[in-house]
């Protein structure tokens, strides 16, 4: 009986010792060539894209408390491979409580595993437009991309059913441009998270109007040549740009005329193919880079 009091008593103790602080990570996992993203305040976690394997669950794994198995919404910005790849692994561990996804789809085996685990769990699937906000406690996430009328114009669909959608049928436009961006928010510090959407839309982004100066920005499309303009990148302003892209990978990003672009208007840049994960940390006023 002492013994089982004992151990109770450490794994109460383990459990308070291992509960985040109260300051925002953001922490760009390194899942090689893909993008993941995991959001964290306290006990609160947001996943934007799962990268193309199950390399993302241990990125969940380090920086979630072991006894904390739900996440409180998955961003799934489009439905490529190496942005989605890794989501029905992390549903076979986490119970993940929204989904929040755009209408489009394709009729590859994995984004259909994903559609099959979403039903069979009764996951809430919300689509999401410019305009939108996604608050989870101190948290927010406004939707710069893609604007609704677009979306129905390059869609298979008669008009908007006015409920959630999963799979329609593109007009043949890229997927990369449905892409979800938006602007992660705590406090006074912003982040840009912007999927693929590359130099195809930034004008329509610009448009749009929901841009704006941030401390951070996740390059678009892994940082290939296409993946944004001296013009788009004047009105983000960041201070810091991350890429995320796998080391040696075959597309050769990041493609060295978007680092110029970044060099040229002195802007620090971190890559998860040379630094690894990159964490980033913020108490809502000061942000810096956890080492």
């Given at each position: 009986?002492?013994?089982?009091?004992v151990?109770?008593a450490v794994?109460?103790?383990?459990a308070?010792?291992?509960?985040?602080?109260?300051?925002?990570h953001v922490?760009?996992?390194?899942?090689?060539?893909g993008?993941?993203?995991?959001?964290?305040q306290k006990?609160?976690?947001?996943?934007?894209?799962?990268?193309?394997?199950d390399?993302v669950v241990?990125?969940?794994?380090?920086?979630?408390?072991?006894?904390?198995?739900?996440?409180?919404?998955?961003?799934?910005?489009?439905?490529?491979?190496?942005?989605i790849?890794?989501?029905v692994?992390?549903?076979k561990?986490?119970?993940?409580?929204?989904?929040?996804?755009?209408?489009e789809g394709?009729?590859?085996a994995?984004f259909e595993?994903?559609?099959?685990?979403i039903?069979?769990?009764?996951s809430?699937?919300?689509n999401?437009?410019?305009?939108d906000?996604?608050?989870?406690?101190?948290?927010k996430?406004?939707v710069v991309?893609p604007?609704?009328?677009?979306v129905?114009a390059?869609l298979?669909?008669?008009d908007?059913?006015?409920s959630?959608?999963l799979g329609?049928k593109?007009?043949?436009?890229?997927l990369?441009?449905?892409?979800?961006?938006?602007i992660?928010s705590?406090g006074?510090?912003d982040?840009l998270?912007?999927?693929d959407?590359d130099?195809?839309?930034?004008?329509?982004?610009i448009?749009?109007?929901?841009?704006?100066?941030?401390?951070?920005?996740?390059?678009?499309?892994?940082?290939?040549k296409?993946g944004?303009?001296?013009?788009?990148?004047?009105?983000?302003?960041?201070q810091l740009a991350?890429?995320?892209?796998?080391?040696?990978?075959?597309?050769?990003?990041?493609?060295?005329?978007?680092?110029?672009?970044?060099?040229?208007?002195?802007?620090k840049i971190?890559?998860?193919?040379v630094?690894?994960e990159?964490?980033?940390?913020?108490?809502?006023e000061?942000?810096?880079v956890?080492?």
């Amino acid at each position: 009986m002492y013994k089982i009091l004992v151990l109770a008593a450490v794994t109460v103790w383990v459990a308070v010792l291992t509960l985040p602080d109260d300051k925002l990570h953001v922490v760009f996992c390194d899942v090689g060539q893909g993008d993941a993203i995991l959001i964290y305040q306290k006990t609160t976690q947001i996943l934007i894209d799962a990268g193309p394997n199950d390399r993302v669950v241990g990125c969940l794994n380090r920086h979630m408390p072991f006894w904390d198995k739900q996440i409180e919404a998955a961003v799934a910005t489009h439905p490529q491979a190496d942005h989605i790849g890794g989501l029905v692994d992390v549903m076979k561990g986490y119970i993940i409580v929204q989904f929040v996804m755009g209408v489009e789809g394709n009729e590859t085996a994995g984004f259909e595993a994903i559609r099959r685990q979403i039903t069979m769990t009764k996951s809430q699937v919300t689509n999401v437009y410019y305009g939108d906000e996604i608050r989870i406690g101190d948290i927010k996430f406004e939707v710069v991309w893609p604007e609704k009328s677009w979306v129905f114009a390059h869609l298979e669909l008669p008009d908007d059913s006015g409920s959630a959608v999963l799979g329609a049928k593109t007009d043949g436009t890229d997927l990369n441009s449905f892409s979800i961006g938006g602007i992660l928010s705590f406090g006074q510090f912003d982040v840009l998270l912007t999927g693929d959407a590359d130099w195809q839309i930034e004008d329509e982004m610009i448009e749009a109007g929901g841009l704006r100066s941030v401390e951070v920005l996740k390059v678009p499309h892994h940082g290939s040549k296409t993946g944004m303009t001296r013009e788009w990148l004047g009105v983000v302003k960041p201070q810091l740009a991350v890429i995320s892209a796998g080391k040696n990978n075959r597309y050769g990003h990041p493609a060295e005329e978007t680092l110029k672009i970044l060099r040229d208007k002195e802007i620090k840049i971190l890559r998860t193919d040379v630094d690894g994960e990159v964490e980033i940390v913020s108490d809502g006023e000061r942000w810096w880079v956890d080492k």
